[in-house]
């Protein structure tokens, strides 16, 4: 049984805004994450090594954005905007 946990940072997916925003532990104001071309965003996944990747649904794509890294999108073809 656990008996605590420490959240080290929070990741949103705003599906309104269009926008990933980023929280860390003990900041009290959101940070949106430099990821170009989202539409209605509606999930957020974290490798242990920091590397971010957004479910860019009415794109059909995921972004990645790696730690220290530029974005990319698979499949690697997909366009910004919806069909």
Do not use: C, H, Y
């Amino acid at each position: 049984m656990p008996w605590g946990a420490r959240l080290l940072r929070l990741f949103v997916a705003d599906a309104a805004e269009a926008k990933v925003l980023k929280v860390a532990a003990g900041a009290t104001t959101a940070t949106a994450l430099a990821i170009d071309g989202l539409w209605q965003p509606k999930g957020v996944a974290v490798s242990s090594t920091g590397d971010v990747f957004v479910a860019d649904t009415t794109n059909d794509r995921v972004v990645e954005l790696p730690a220290g890294g530029s974005q990319t999108t698979f499949p690697p073809n997909a366009t910004a905007s919806p069909s």
